[in-house]
Each structure stands twice: as C-alpha cells, then as structure tokens.
T-cell receptor, first 113, second 118 residues
Framework: GENVEQHPSTLSVQEGDSAVIKCTYS??????FPWYKQELGKRPQLIID?????GEKKDQRIAVTLNKTAKHFSLHITETQPEDSAVYFC????????????FGKGTKLSVKP | DGGITQSPKYLFRKEGQNVTLSCEQN?????MYWYRQDPGQGLRLIYY???????QKGDIAEGYSVSREKKESFPLTVTSAQKNPTAFYLC?????????????????FGEGSRLTVL
C-alpha cells in the first residue's frame, strides 16, 4: 500500500524567510496530493493541493511542486509570518483507494518574529 | 451554516468503560472518516464509511466500533478493548469517496474530540 514520508518533523525559521517541507510517496498510481495546516488545538484545514497532471501550483505565498518521476512533492512558503506557525501534513491519494488519504506524520513549523 | 460537528470536545473515561464520540455533518457528503491523532504520529485512519449502512476498517480499527445509520451521522465508540485510547480524535467527510475521478475532493474535518483515560 501507499506510504508517505514527510521531512523535517520540526522546522524553525525567522520571520520573512522561506520554509520548505518535503514528502515522498511510494505508490506511483497516486493522483492527488493535498497539504493541510493544523493550528494548535484546531482542525486540519486544506491550504493547497495538486493533482498528478500538474507540476506546480501557487497560491499567494504558498506553492506546491510535484515530481512524479521521483515520487516526491514539496510545500514552499515564502515570506513567512508568525501566523504560519502550525503543524503541516502532506497526504497522497492512491488511485482507486476509495477516498482514503494517506498522511505524512507532520511538520511543526515555528516562525520566529 | 454547513459544517461537521464533533462532540464532546473533551471527554474523560475510566478504564473499562466504553465511550461514544459523536460526528454530524450537514454538507450532504457521502463519505465519512474517523482518524486518531497522537503526537508525532500524524493522522491514522480508524474507520470509514462511503454509504449508509456500510463501513470499512482502517489501519487501526482494533478496539473501536462505528455505525452509519444516517448519512449525516457517523458515531465512533471507543471500547474497553482499546488498550491506549488517550488521543485526539478527528472526524472528517468528503463528497467524493471513489477516488478514481479527477474530482477527488477535500476532506473537511471536525474540531476534534480529546479523550483522556483516567
């Protein structure tokens, strides 16, 4: 079955710097890759996603890149702000898996003012 | 106001007791899910249901049970057989459970229920 590895587990950056979180997946048939942000004590919320027919997607300060050959995808946050501090989860959706996302273990991002 | 509601937010249980966590959605989603979240472990799937009166085990179903008698509701029972039940439990739903189409959809999560065993 699908396996998703996420790195790093913790990341600390200075406000204004960029942050990059990387994930690898094992099932080449996976076709959908969302990223969720979970603030302390709150529910995870989708921040950006990418499908397997696209290599990159941007939404303001957030971008996701996908390399299908290498089976990895990354979240890029530019000009980080203290409110970006949260736990970020990547996930992969194996095709035909009946909607079951496989999540990475999460990255705790701390943005220091 | 559409959404997915979990209750209670906090729950304490004595060892040997069963407890039931509620999950209700008014988004008209077909598929519903229960995840368990432990520090450093990410989100692990307990059970999921794609249609009423049908549900499937996830990766860590032992010690848990569910029912899906109504489309809107997917309660989770943590039984006394669950050896380490203290955790944060998240319910989620989505409209596209098949996954085979190009419209695989966003998971909408509830606020979560934190269960502590005393």
């Amino acid at each position: 079955g699908e396996n998703v590895e996420q790195h790093p587990s913790t990341l600390s950056v200075q406000e204004g710097d960029s942050a990059v979180i990387k994930c690898t997946y094992s099932d080449s048939a996976s076709n959908y890759f969302p990223w969720y942000k979970q603030e302390l004590g709150k529910r995870p919320q989708l921040i950006i996603d990418i499908r397997s027919n696209v290599g990159e997607k941007k939404d303001q300060r957030i971008a996701v890149t996908l390399n299908k050959t290498a089976k990895h995808f990354s979240l890029h946050i530019t000009e980080t702000q203290p409110e970006d501090s949260a736990v970020y989860f990547c996930a992969a959706h194996p095709k035909g898996s009946q909607g079951n996302l496989i999540f990475g273990k999460g990255t705790k991002l701390s943005v220091k003012p | 106001d559409g959404g997915i509601t979990q209750s209670p937010k906090y729950l304490f249980r004595k060892e040997g007791q069963n407890v039931t966590l509620s999950c209700e959605q008014n988004l008209n989603h077909d598929a519903m899910y229960w995840y368990r979240q432990d520090p450093g472990q990410g989100l692990r799937l307990i059970y999921y249901s794609q249609i009423v009166n049908d549900f499937q085990k996830g990766d860590i179903a032992e010690g848990y049970s569910v029912s899906r008698e109504k489309k809107e509701s997917f309660p989770l029972t943590v039984t006394s057989a669950q050896k380490n039940p203290t955790a944060f439990y998240l319910c989620a739903s989505t409209w596209d459970s098949g996954g085979a189409s190009a419209n695989t959809g966003e998971l909408f999560f509830g606020e979560g229920s934190r269960l502590t065993v005393l």
